[in-house]
C-alpha cells in the first residue's frame, strides 16, 4: 500500500488541518511513570494527545481509514505492555496507513526471542548461542550441545520472568517437564541459550532513532539483571563498540524506539536481544537527557516523514 504524508492523510481522512499539530495517539495498557512523562512531554510541545488504553479499544476490521474507525490520530506510539493487544492493534492500523512507532512488523519480530535472534544472527550481529527444540528430548539435546549450565527462556515474555538457567541433566528435565505443563503453545518451543558469565551486571543502551541517547549497567547479584528484578542501574559511558552494535542490532529488526540488552563477555560484547518496549525508569537516574521528550520527537519525525519504521527484512536485514 502505498503510504501518504501527513499532510495528505488529514486532508483524505478528514483529520486535523494542514499546519495544525499531529495528533498524536499513546497506546497504553496502563500508566506507568514513563508513559506519564510522555505525555506531558508532548502536551508541553502543544501536541494534541489521545491516551489508547488497549482495554478500551474496538477496531472495525472493515473500516477503510483511522477516521472511519473511530480513531482521529496521524501517528500512534506504542507503549502497551499487553504483546498481543499491541500486535493485533499495530497490524490494524498498518492496514489503516497510521504510521507507529515502532512498526508492526518489528514489534512482532522484537515480542519473539527466537525470531529476534533469528533476525540478530542473520545480520551478523554478536549474540550468545541459540537453539531451538520442539520436544522435552531434543531439548536435553540442545542444553548438551551449549553446555550446561544452560538458560531456558520462554520465547515470548518480559520482565526476566520464566527464565531459568539449568546447572545439569537432571535439573533440565524438571524445568523442561514444567514448561511443557504449562499450557500454551509457545512453552512447548524451547529456546535454549548457552549461558555466557558476565561482571554482576549487564549493559542497557536506549536507541532513539539513529542515536543511542543513554545507557547503563544494570547490576544484581543475581543472575538476571532486569531492573524489574530488582537490578540497580548506574550510568555506562556510550563506547563507540556499544553504539555500533546498538544501532546495527536495531537495524536488523526494523527498530526505531528501543532498549537493547548487551552482556560483556571475554570476547566483545554480545547482543542478547532488543526490546522495542523501552522502558526507561531505571535508565532515567543515569542520564540527563530527557528521554521522553526525545520519544515524542521522533513520532513527530515519524508522522513528517508519513510512514513507519522500515519493516526488518525475513532474514534480518533492513532492505
Not at 70 to 79: C, I, M, P, S
Not at 108 to 113: G, I, M, R
Not at 236 to 246: G, K, S, V
Amino acid at each position: 500500500m502505498t503510504m501518504q504524508t501527513a499532510d495528505a492523510r488529514r486532508q483524505t481522512a478528514g483529520r486535523t488541518s494542514v499546519g495544525e499539530p499531529p495528533r498524536l495517539g499513546v497506546l497504553l495498557s496502563y500508566l506507568r511513570p514513563e508513559e506519564k512523562l510522555i505525555l506531558a512531554a508532548a502536551r508541553a510541545r502543544g501536541l494534541m494527545v489521545t491516551p489508547l488504553f488497549d482495554r478500551e479499544l474496538v477496531l472495525d476490521l472493515a473500516a477503510p481509514d483511522a477516521a472511519a474507525g473511530g480513531l482521529a490520530v496521524d501517528v500512534v506510539l506504542d507503549r502497551s505492555v499487553a504483546h498481543s493487544r499491541a500486535g493485533y492493534t499495530l497490524d490494524v492500523l498498518a492496514r489503516w496507513g497510521v504510521p507507529t512507532l515502532n512498526s508492526a512488523a518489528a514489534v512482532a519480530l522484537c515480542d519473539d526471542k527466537a525470531r529476534n535472534s533469528l533476525a540478530l544472527e542473520a545480520a551478523g550481529v554478536p549474540t550468545p548461542r541459540t537453539l531451538l527444540a520442539y520436544s522435552v528430548e531434543s531439548a536435553l539435546k540442545a542444553c548438551e550441545a551449549v553446555g550446561y549450565p544452560a538458560v531456558l527462556k520462554p520465547v515470548t515474555g518480559s520482565w526476566g520472568r520464566l527464565l531459568a538457567r539449568v546447572n545439569g541433566l537432571e535439573q533440565a528435565k524438571a524445568v523442561l517437564a514444567q514448561k511443557q505443563e504449562l499450557g500454551s503453545f509457545h512453552h512447548a518451543i524451547f529456546y535454549v541459550q548457552e549461558y555466557l558469565p558476565k561482571p554482576d551486571r549487564d549493559i542497557r543502551a536506549y536507541v532513539v532513532g539513529d542515536r543511542v541517547l543513554a545507557a547503563s549497567y544494570r547490576t544484581a547479584a543475581h543472575w538476571i539483571t532486569n531492573a524489574a528484578r530488582g537490578a540497580v542501574s548506574v550510568p555506562c559511558p556510550i563506547t563507540p563498540e556499544i553504539e555500533a552494535l546498538a544501532l546495527r542490532a536495531c537495524a536488523a529488526v526494523g527498530a526505531r524506539l528501543a532498549g537493547v540488552d548487551l552482556i560483556e563477555t571475554d570476547t566483545g560484547l554480545k547482543i542478547v536481544e532488543v526490546n522495542t518496549g523501552g522502558e526507561f525508569r531505571g535508565l532515567m537516574s543515569t542520564t540527563e537527557v530527557n528521554i521522553a521528550d526525545e520519544i515524542v520527537v521522533e513520532a513527530l519525525r515519524v508522522v513528517r516523514e508519513g510512514c513507519a519504521a522500515p519493516a526488518a527484512h525475513p532474514m534480518g536485514t533492513v532492505p
